[in-house]
């Protein structure tokens, strides 16, 4: 049974105990916050490590700086608030270490995130297109998956999140979707890429970093143009013996009725650790804001978006002796009844099994350290269109579809390993070498069965599929961090690719039920399905810092991505990829790989009070994989559009981000984000060439048309581009050690997107303004609270990357969210 929270006075109630300068019992004099002792051995998972920023005022009497990692208290003789653990310079979390205290100011800035808190490592300047966004974030930012933690964080710019349901986000990275995702060195691939994301199966409260790579700046994360470094919570070590702790936590969201319950253990001792997690999401459909209509007022929207989520991870971790240690991890998401206001299909369960295995090794003789990583994963799930929301919100759905309804099922599989050897000079630089292999399986169902449900053992089922195929990539990597000077440091890296990619054939009748596929039409060999790539990436970065204030940064790169599974195999498949949304997509086995060169470049300023930051980037796609819609459309959004993956021979993303945050009190905070892409295809006009093949062969849905999609234009603007976005707020944050509290006020400003695709039917969309209001309060060391509320002008808006379908999708209205944390 759900409730439904309908006492303002409850919520005044709530946010008056948030608000600062109330009395609260003192923290000071107690003996640490939860999960720590008075020698300072491990903190509580409700607080994950930040790196320091060197921006906190040093010369006020009353300020508490950072203290070293072995004091037991702060100057004044109080515990510390929290105890933070520095990450390493690969920005991963070394248990070995002993932790170090934080003041409240720098508490303030983990649960709220900011640019300057997003270096990912401690005292040091901001990588030139890399940003690191904490877990703890997702406490005050009431998140859900890894996406939407992404999408609302303000520790990362230029990031835009595209919200499919609640609990499930898709991200576009500089105005594209990120190439590959690890997580605690797993590689993880969707299933399908619309109903399933990367960011989809970490819940954002298990998260401990994710770092946001805008560039081809990465060597260790497999071929592709943007990365996505997800750090899953890990296991603990805690330096005076065994101890054991746990958090209990529970939130709720008034609009959908959305409730998230999570209960974490931790154990362990000096040499050894377990944790465990488990989180519980359930919600219901949720309300749009409200537009003021030309009759009868204000009006509302509902939309079909309930979900019921289960997230668990496990971890257990060994040192065995002093120079080598283990971890093994356990991921596990199951979901039901999850409904998608904007897409075909619903899911009607969906579950992601991880095991992941690492082995570090230290002081070799033939390196300093060596590191391995092992993992499998599998996603499988099912799902169909009759849920009576789907209908309701797709009025045209069933006349589109041969008996009415269609189902879907999934599989989808990535193993593999990854080992790295590192040398250590003395002079502060390293040389890593290391290979990987990345294994991939897919094979996707999308069955329109020619009875009704209750006849369908009589009749004759059709499918478009995604037959069983898959991808191996066996790859070798090198890089090399030099540290010129102690005020100018470069990195260098390398990566060579083989891949291979082969699917069963559709026209020897491998796969079952393909008597409408197109795929077949073309009377591809078995050689020319199977696919060989030979990929390539280089990239050089280097940052100097010209004085004291000022930091300059430098980065170009070239890299190749080969296509993936859908955009090689599909036939015919339902998988929304194009604004309108009711998208049937057709690959193209011989898709050339993706060919991008980009340089960017960085301005850094701290004076003090002030932060500024300034970056701009420019990159040069050759080959970049775009759809041709191949029949046309009356009514988009209400008819099926058939698209075709191709090749065009050269597109551009150029834009830029800036930032900036400003001290104007000891306790007040002024900040600011913009950012910037802009997209554009230049050789527009050129059909693609299997546009070509099909219209020569007499190919269903080709039809030889002289220009792409039957427009004559010589260049247009790339589709699924985000508009200008930028965020103005003010944060509020405590300064004593024995009453901590944090409030933040925010508006978040999207320009109209007037530049469009509209050979793909993409159609332009208004600007809008948002306004966010979040605050937590230590009410004891123990005891959490967090509330607030988004959107809360009740804005009736939707995003540009909203799929149109049917009625539409628009984003959620008013919505209040409370939340506490009990550690014991």
């Not at 037991?72 to 653990?85: C, K, L, N, S």
């Not at 996505?228 to 936590?249: C, H, I, K, W």
């Not at 009759?295 to 971790?317: C, D, H, K, Q, V």
């Not at 970049?624 to 029949?631: A, R, S, V």
Request: net charge negative.
């Amino acid at each position: 049974m759900r409730i439904t929270v309908k006492s303002i006075g409850w919520h005044s109630a709530v946010m008056l105990l948030l608000l600062p300068g109330l009395h609260t019992p003192s923290i000071a004099q107690t003996s640490g916050f939860p999960g720590t002792t008075d020698s300072a051995t491990v903190s509580d998972d409700s607080v994950s490590p930040v790196p320091e920023t060197g921006n906190e005022p040093t010369d006020d009497d009353d300020q508490v700086g950072p203290i070293d990692a072995t004091a037991d208290t702060f100057p004044d003789g109080t515990h510390p608030v929290v105890q933070i653990q520095p990450p390493p310079n690969d920005g991963r979390l070394d248990r070995r270490e002993p932790p170090a205290g934080r003041a409240p100011a720098a508490l303030s800035l983990d649960l709220f995130g900011s640019r300057s808190s997003g270096s990912g490592e401690s005292g040091a300047r901001r990588k030139l297109g890399v940003d690191v966004v904490r877990g703890t974030e997702a406490i005050t930012r009431a998140s859900s998956d890894g996406g939407s933690l992404l999408g609302k964080s303000n520790a990362t710019n230029g990031v835009t999140a595209q919200r499919r349901t609640p609990v499930i986000t898709d991200l576009r990275i500089r105005g594209a979707r990120s190439g590959q995702i690890l997580a605690s060195g797993s590689y993880y691939a969707p299933a399908r890429v619309d109903l399933d994301t990367m960011l989809s199966k970490f819940d954002s409260r298990m998260i401990d970093t994710i770092t946001v790579i805008k560039g081809p700046y990465s060597v260790r994360n497999g071929p592709g143009f943007k990365f996505l470094d997800v750090e899953l919570m890990g296991s603990p070590r805690y330096a005076d013996g065994f101890q054991s702790n746990s958090t209990t936590g529970l939130q709720y969201l008034t609009n959908g009725e959305q409730w998230y319950g999570r209960q974490s253990v931790q154990a362990g001792a000096s040499d050894w650790g377990v944790r465990f997690d488990y989180g519980h999401r359930t919600g219901s459909n949720y309300e749009a804001g409200r537009a003021f209509g030309t009759t009868g007022g204000f009006i509302s929207r509902e939309l079909p978006s309930s979900y019921n989520s289960r997230y668990m991870n496990f971890a257990y971790g060994k040192d065995i002796d002093e120079s080598s240690s283990i971890e093994f991890s356990y991921l596990r998401l199951d979901q039901t009844g999850i409904e998608f206001p904007g897409l075909i299909f619903d899911i009607n369960f969906l579950v992601t099994d991880g095991f992941d295995f690492d082995y570090e090794l230290t002081d070799l003789e033939i390196s300093d350290s060596f590191k391995i990583n092992g993992w499998y994963n599998r996603t499988r799930f099912a799902g169909d269109t009759r849920g009576i929301g789907k209908n309701l919100q797709i009025p045209t759905l069933v006349d589109s579809l041969l008996s009415g309804y269609a189902i879907t099922d999934v599989d989808g599989m990535s193993t593999g390993y990854r080992a790295e050897w590192t040398w250590d000079d003395s002079d502060e630089s390293t040389f890593s070498l290391g290979t990987d292999l990345i294994f991939l399986t897919a094979q996707l169902n999308d069955i329109e069965p020619e009875f009704e449900p209750e006849f369908i053992a009589d009749g004759d089922l059709f499918n478009f599929p995604i037959p069983d195929s898959y991808s191996r990539d066996v790859g070798f990597f090198i890089e090399r961090n030099r540290q010129l000077s102690p005020t100018w440091e470069t990195t260098a890296g390398a990566r060579v690719d083989l891949v291979q990619t082969d699917a069963a054939s559709i026209n020897s009748g491998e796969v079952p039920n393909t008597e409408f596929g197109v795929i077949d039409s073309f009377n591809y060999t078995d050689d020319e399905l199977r696919r060989q790539f030979t990929t390539w990436a280089i990239f050089l970065n280097t940052e100097k810092q010209l004085s004291e204030t000022h930091t300059v940064s430098f980065g170009a790169g070239h890299a190749q991505r080969p296509p993936n599974l859908t955009e090689l195999y599909a036939d015919q498949s339902f998988i929304g990829s194009l604004q309108p949304g009711f998208t049937a997509v057709i690959g193209d086995p011989l898709l050339k790989p993706e060919r991008l060169t980009q340089i960017d470049v960085g301005v850094a300023s701290d004076y003090g009070r002030l932060q500024v930051e300034v970056n701009g980037f420019h990159a040069w796609i050759n080959d970049y994989i775009i759809f041709e819609d191949l029949e046309g459309l009356d009514a988009p959004g209400e008819q099926i559009q058939f698209a075709a993956y191709g090749n065009t021979d050269l597109a551009t993303l150029v834009g830029g981000e800036c930032s900036l945050e400003f001290q104007l009190t000891e306790v007040c905070t002024a900040f600011g984000m913009l950012s910037y892409v802009a997209g554009q295809d230049h050789t527009r006009n050129e059909p693609t060439q299997q546009s070509i093949r099909g219209a020569s062969g007499g190919v269903f849905h080709f039809h030889g048309n002289e220009f792409r999609s039957d427009v004559d234009l010589e260049e247009e603007p790339l589709a699924g581009i985000p508009p200008m976005t930028s965020l103005l707020g003010l944060r509020w944050q405590s300064q004593e050690v024995d009453n901590v509290w944090g409030t933040e006020i925010s508006m978040r400003i999207v320009s109209g997107q007037d530049r469009i695709a509209s050979s793909l039917f993409e159609s332009e969309t208004p600007g809008f303004n948002t306004w966010d209001v979040r605050a937590f309060r230590y009410l004891t060391p123990n005891y959490l609270l967090t509330a607030g509320v988004e959107n809360f002008a009740n804005r009736f808006y939707r995003e540009h990357l909203d799929f149109r379908v049917g009625r539409g999708v628009y984003q959620p209205g008013r919505t209040f969210f409370f939340g506490s944390e009990l550690s014991y």
